[in-house]
């Protein structure tokens, strides 16, 4: 299998990617964010009004007691009105990680309580929206992402029908670990989707999915280290454990368009003697073939 170089020959960039857009602009968003979060705030100044001090406002909301929604809502309004040092999701562990911990190590950046108690006391409705809005600002996160993989399987099914099955989460859900599938692979690998041969189930390839709504600087250099880093264990492990798989990573959205995310894509593009290919859902037709899965 030679090594293509496809990707390069790509003048018009934009010819190539699938914008999704299920974004819902402002001002309609405020709305619909208020209502989501409209009691976690009044619960946040009904804690705030019965503290006695700030810590104690953390101690009330890292409780097992509290259901796990509300609590993590608590904690992005203690994170963006108390204490901007915290980690939201360091915050969440709280089995892990004890409340007299965060105060001990956090506790002198922790907003003083008496000024606490002036700014949340009968909360101006525009204070709500605008706390509404920096709690749910990531609230769609990943969405995107989601519904890229899920357009790919639709795609994929109808193409390949019976020749060919792919597995995987097509929105949420828990990532396929190499581990799963070949159990004396060592280490962490997790992969969005699989693909394989319908008649005898003979894995043929793996799949990562990103979708990047804009892209770039030391984002892409993330990226660019990790997907790399992808190909690097995949064919250490095949030094190992001779295997046939591809690897197939499906990048779309206008930060594909970035100048450093375009020529990493282009690098990866054709990697491991031509087992790696990366498509777009425009380029899945012409790259996802029967000929390449099964060489």
Same mark, same amino acid.
């Given at each position: ?18 914008? %999704? ?6 001002? *309609? ?19 705030? $009004? ?8 953390? &101690?009330?909301?890292? =409780? ?13 309004? !203690? ?5 901007? #040092?915290?980690?939201?999701? =360091? +915050?969440?562990?709280?089995k892990k990680i004890s ?5 001990? +190590? ?6 003083? %309580?008496?000024?606490?108690?002036? $700014?949340? +006391? ?31 399987? @639709? ?8 020749? !060919?099955? #792919? ?14 599938? !070949?159990?004396?692979? &060592?280490?962490? !690998? ?10 005898d189930q003979e894995l ?11 892209? /770039?600087?030391?984002?892409?250099d993330d990226r660019t /280290? ?12 095949? $030094?190992?454990?001779? +295997?046939?798989?591809?690897? %197939? ?9 970035? /100048?450093?995310?375009? *020529?990493?894509?282009?690098?990866? @593009? ?20 029967? *000929?390449?899965?099964?060489?």
């Amino acid at each position: 299998m030679s090594k293509t170089n496809f990707l390069r020959t790509i003048s018009d960039l934009s010819k190539i990617i699938t914008p %999704i857009d299920s974004a819902i602009r402002f001002p *309609e968003v405020l709305e619909l964010l208020l209502e989501k979060y409209a009691k976690s705030i009044d619960t946040f100044c009904e804690l705030i $009004q019965s503290s006695e001090s700030s810590a104690e406002v953390l &101690q009330k909301i890292r =409780t097992g007691d509290r259901n796990a929604d509300e609590r993590s809502a608590l904690l992005k309004m !203690y994170r963006r009105c108390v204490s901007p #040092i915290l980690d939201t999701e =360091t +915050t969440k562990k709280i089995k892990k990680i004890s409340t007299s911990t965060l105060i001990d +190590t956090y506790g002198d950046t922790f907003k003083p %309580i008496t000024k606490l108690k002036a $700014q949340f +006391t009968d909360l101006p409705i525009e204070q709500k929206y605008a706390l509404a809005a920096l709690v749910g600002e990531y609230d769609t996160r990943g969405q995107l992402g989601y519904q890229l993989t899920e357009l790919f399987f @639709d795609w994929f099914e109808i193409r390949f029908k019976s020749q !060919y099955t #792919i597995e995987g989460p097509r929105r949420a859900g828990r990532d396929i670990e190499l581990s799963d599938l !070949y159990p004396n692979f &060592q280490g962490t !690998y997790p992969c969005d989707f699989v693909v394989r041969r319908h008649c005898d189930q003979e894995l043929l390839a793996i799949g990562f999915a990103r979708y990047d709504s804009t892209r /770039g600087g030391a984002q892409s250099d993330d990226r660019t /280290g990790g997907n790399l880093n992808k190909v690097d264990k995949a064919k250490a492990f095949d $030094q190992v454990t001779p +295997t046939r798989f591809k690897l %197939i990573f499906l990048a779309d959205g206008p930060g594909l368009m970035h /100048g450093d995310t375009w *020529e990493e894509a282009c690098t990866l @593009d054709g990697q491991w003697h031509g087992r790696v290919r990366v498509v777009t859902l425009e380029l899945a037709e012409k790259r996802i073939t029967p *000929e390449w899965l099964e060489s």
